[in-house]
């Protein structure tokens, strides 16, 4: 049975819901500049409008509390907060002590992100993540939320997902800034992960709720027995989970990084990687599925697709033990582990609402077989001290745009009408028997 210390919650990101971005001052992020770039976006799509939460906001939260979750995962957009010449914005930063007064009002904690990919343009201007500067950028709002919010937050994440920053916006250029270098990945990671440890040291200074840092971690299966592939996926698990996590809780980036980038090396100072590997309170873990892959003479290794398991909308094959295994290796590999907390899994189906209803059995399999996962995973002796399902709302997926629904609410993005789906009243009834203690 789950204890009732135990977060069920569910998460979101500001660009991919708050539409409204011109509002109170708001100045343009990479993400805004990436979306006008032609072909970047399915459909050509961005988050101008997407879940128009700024507004909505009340009924957003609503919704949290109808469907009895205990907290949410939210982030908050860099530029509304801080303005171009580092002072605070009072207009965006009270759209965000708003939210946080009524979910605890309503009795939800809050997990708040600093940096979920929208790094402010003008500081993109200046080098990016390519810039040491930016690390100290990022300090500096950590800082300025840190201050502003005191008292209101129950966990700080400083990062989202710094592969994705890093190697989808600098290798693949699949993200904003759109770049394809894999010298620009390993430097902005470098920055990334500095930035998260010098701005650890800002929030510590001026709260005392928990921080930590959010990681997506893949599961990596080689496609076939031979030495050759399983070395494959020795590298790619290190690309895909070590390269971010080594650095945090172990000080070190992984070796295998050498071997798959020939030449290409972190611009590492004095200092950084004791900064980096700062005490993390807890570490937060998004989890979506496991990859295929095989030996690759140029690229060290290859995804490759897999047959005759179940797939996902985006693609992504399903695979709950994966969560489990991950969790327990990453208990053996860093002696130093702490609390983790599921802090995003779930998947994206093609959902429609029909008689009022979106029968999303897919996703309510989904979400019951992952948290049976981490169920598993305690039970070998992880400590999970919560699980958030992605996402709350249908949302703006990024290069993916508005086809890819993760939502356990569905969004009309015509009417702006929100309709839980069926996973959402499923949680909603397993939260009920949960409080009931049956
Ligand atoms: C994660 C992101 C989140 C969302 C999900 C599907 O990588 O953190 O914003 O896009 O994937």
Known sequence: MWSRDFLFGAATAAYQIEGAVHADGRHPSIWDAFCLVPGTVHNGDSGEVACDHYNRWETDLQLLVDLGFDAYRFSVSWTRVM??????????????????????????????????????????????????????????????????????????????????????GHATGRHAPGMKCVQYAVDAMHHLLLGHGVASAAIRANDKAPIGLVSNVNAVVPKSNSAADAHAATLAYAHANTWVLDPLLLGTYPAELKELWPGVAAPVRAGDMAAIATRMDYLGINYYFRAQVQADAAAGYVEVPMDGVEHTQMGWVVYPAGLRD????????????????????????????????????????????????????????????????WSLLDNFEWSYGYEKRFGVVHVDYATQRRTPKDSALAMKAFLERRRRGA
């Open 326 to 389: 991950l969790l327990t290796e990453f208990k053996h590999r860093y002696p130093g582990l702490p609390p983790i907390y599921i802090t995003e899994n779930g998947m994206a189906s093609d959902d429609k609402v029909v008689d009022g209803r979106v029968g999303d059995e897919q996703r309510l399999r989904y979400l019951n077989s992952h948290i049976a996962a981490v169920d598993q995973a305690m039970r070998s002796g992880v400590q999970v001290k919560g699980y958030f399902a």
């Open 83 to 168: 303005n171009v010449d580092g002072t605070p914005n009072h207009r965006g930063l009270d759209f965000y002590k708003r939210l946080i007064e009524q979910l605890e009002r309503r009795g939800l904690q809050r997990f708040l992100t600093l940096y979920h990919w929208d790094l402010p343009q003008h500081l993109q201007d200046r080098g990016g993540w390519l810039s040491r500067d930016t690390s100290f950028r990022f300090a500096e709002y950590a800082d300025l939320l840190s201050r502003e919010l005191t008292g209101g937050v129950n966990a700080w994440t400083t990062l989202n997902e710094p592969y994705c920053s890093a190697y989808l």
